[in-house]
């Protein structure tokens, strides 16, 4: 059974039963007025026999009795009338057929009698006299019919309005119901990659609130998976690449221990110059690893927001002059020309985490080194930008990077280098370096030229407190 028909058969059951009380007891109301109604007349037609039959009973006369009764006998509702003197000898008597008069006890009230017939007795006092007893059948029957016809009318109306009840909660239903089902289709369908349709209806009402509430959980569902996806992605990535970065350094140190064998093995006598380019070889193998691991472990610290930074502050000018002293030795051994020039001023500060923010200038120029030519230069600088910031840029005079690739970058484990320097953290931990000290970072390139990336960081106040 679907949900349209449950509501209406439920709805349906309900109406039902409150259809049947509001008629029962619109019937005993009735019941109940008409016995009153009775048990009244009743009691009005036996005083008023009584007066006639003690008229006669007192004069003498009781001859008289069957005119001065005969209205009360020709009465439909009386089915028999009893008259006895004070010696308790019928005196009078006249009742339908079939009526065993003699036979009949009195009822205590119209809502005991079982018969049909209420059998009321009075006895006929005047004047503190006792002159006889006065019997009186009464008919029912007019309670059960007028009963039966309540009930058969209320009946029909309680019909009459469960039918159109029905029409109407089948109507609504059907309009509800088709919302409903869709709602019902698409909760199912909530894991699938296609939502099913949802109502078209007034965004307020609660099916319209139930639809942005499904449109939002399925939208919120693939952007889960996208992200799960790409997660598995770049972890596959992740492992992919370091197992074959670390395998070129580690070859290397493999290869210079075989060479101090060998180095060993030909005694005293041993070229010194192979030493030499053993121990330059070992110390770049170890750099590579180390610069790895740094990355590795800068950029899961930056991921806990709940780590916090050693900041304080930095004079931007002497910053740079050891960046370009560190920096200058790597890029010159490389065959690169080496540029540097502070734009910024002496009295430049920033606010921040020193050895963090000399490992992102530092991640800034090796990449700069991968992607410009030998002999070309590579720019190491800082001037000041909008107000209250200062950038510290590096750029290359490579072959400059495509539009499409430009947020590409920036993102964890993607590397567009065949040198394979590091795991794809580099430029990842630039930009979320610069993120965690208030700074962005921005690419500017043009293809065949070369490529700028600048980092924008606040300018630190005279007094500067916290981490």
């Not at 059998?119 to 007028?146: F, N, Q």
């Not at 029905?166 to 909530?190: C, F, H, K, P």
């Amino acid at each position: 059974m679907n949900l349209r028909t449950r509501l209406f058969s439920i709805s349906m059951a309900i109406a039902a039963v409150m259809t049947a009380v509001m008629v029962a007891d619109r019937v005993q109301t009735h019941r109940a007025a008409l016995i009153d109604k009775t048990q009244s007349r009743s009691a009005d037609l036996a005083d008023l026999a009584s007066e006639a039959a003690v008229y006669a009973l007192r004069s003498g006369r009781t001859e008289r009795l069957a005119e001065l009764l005969s209205p009360f006998a020709e009465m439909r509702q009386v089915v028999y009338i009893k008259v006895l003197d004070r010696s308790g000898r019928p005196v009078h008597r006249s009742g339908a057929i079939g009526i065993d008069i003699d036979a009949r006890d009195t009822d205590a009230s119209v809502t005991g009698v079982e018969d049909g017939i209420y059998d009321v007795t009075r006895r006929l006092i005047k004047d503190d006299e006792d002159w006889g007893t006065l019997r009186l059948g009464i008919s029912t029957e007019s309670i059960a019919e007028s009963v039966g016809t309540a009930l058969r009318r209320g009946l029909l109306i309680g019909l009459s309005f469960l039918a159109l009840l029905a029409a109407l909660l089948w109507r609504i239903s059907a309009l509800g119901g088709r919302d409903m089902a869709m709602l019902v289709e698409a909760a199912g369908g909530i894991k699938s990659r296609t939502l099913p349709p949802l109502p078209k209806v007034d965004s307020e009402s609660e099916v319209g609130r139930l639809s942005s509430a499904f449109s939002e959980l399925h939208s919120g569902l693939k952007d889960e998976r996208a992200r799960r996806k790409e997660l598995e992605d770049n972890r596959k990535d992740f492992f992919a690449m370091a197992v074959h970065d670390l395998k070129q350094p580690l070859t290397v140190l493999k290869a210079v221990n075989e060479m101090v064998l060998e180095s060993a093995q030909s005694g005293p006598d041993g070229d010194k110059r192979d030493l030499g380019r053993i121990s330059e070889l070992s110390g770049e193998s170890i750099e590579r690893l180390s610069d790895m691991v740094e990355d590795l472990l800068n950029i899961s610290r930056l991921d806990s927001p709940d780590i916090p930074l050693d900041k304080r502050r930095i004079g931007l000018s002497s910053f740079l002059r050891g960046c370009s002293r560190d920096f200058s030795a790597a890029a010159e051994r490389a065959g690169r020309k080496w540029v540097f020039s502070d734009e910024s001023g002496e009295g430049a500060w920033i606010y921040g985490d020193e050895k963090l923010l000399k490992r992102l200038v530092g991640n800034l120029v090796m990449n700069a080194v991968q992607y410009t030519p030998e002999g070309a230069a590579i720019h190491l600088g800082a001037r000041l930008a909008e107000e209250g910031h200062v950038e510290i840029y590096v750029r290359d005079e490579g072959v400059g990077i495509p539009e499409e690739l430009r947020e590409a970058i920036f993102e964890k484990y993607r590397t567009f280098s065949d040198s394979n320097r590091n795991v794809g953290l580099g430029l990842a931990f630039c930009k979320m370096a610069a993120e965690r000290h208030s700074g962005r970072i921005k690419v500017s390139s043009e293809t065949g030229k070369g490529t700028e990336i600048a980092v924008s960081l606040p300018v630190s106040g005279q007094k500067e407190s916290g981490a």
